[in-house]
Nanobody, 124 residues
Framework: QVQLVESGGGLVQAGGSLRLSCVVS????????MGWFRQAPGKERESVGW????????VFADSVKGRFTISRDNAKNTMSLQMDSLKPEDTAVYYC?????????????????WGQGTQVTVSS
């Protein structure tokens, strides 16, 4: 069983930055894709972005493109989400996810393992 634990959430003003981390219980070099998703109150879970197995490729949702970056360190079994120029509409619970698929993409259904989530609140 693969366990994921997120950290780094909190309260930040609009225009600020936060960095989320995800620690994985299994060596991430044996995991294919990893991704970040978020869910705001009253809304469905949506994709934020994903990164391939060695970190050489990332894809982001249009809503965060140019503001968020994803990285992974397979030596440390971690993945990070750097969020800059935050907006109030970025407020949500953020989840990290892992998939056995090499090209899982932005579809939540392609991810088998999920963290518990960490709250990010952006004030205006």
């Amino acid at each position: 069983q693969v366990q994921l634990v997120e950290s780094g959430g909190g309260l930040v003003q609009a225009g600020g930055s936060l960095r989320l981390s995800c620690v994985v219980s299994r060596r991430t070099r044996y995991i294919g894709s990893m991704g970040w998703f978020r869910q705001a109150p009253g809304k469905e879970r949506e994709s934020v972005g994903w990164i391939n197995w060695n970190g050489s490729s990332t894809v982001f949702a249009d809503s965060v493109k140019g503001r968020f970056t994803i990285s992974r360190d397979n030596a440390k079994n971690t993945m990070s989400l750097q969020m800059d120029s935050l907006k109030p509409e970025d407020t949500a619970v953020y989840y990290c996810a892992a998939s056995g698929y090499m090209l899982a993409g932005l579809q939540a259904s392609a991810y088998q393992y999920w963290g518990q989530g960490t709250q990010v609140t952006v004030s205006s």
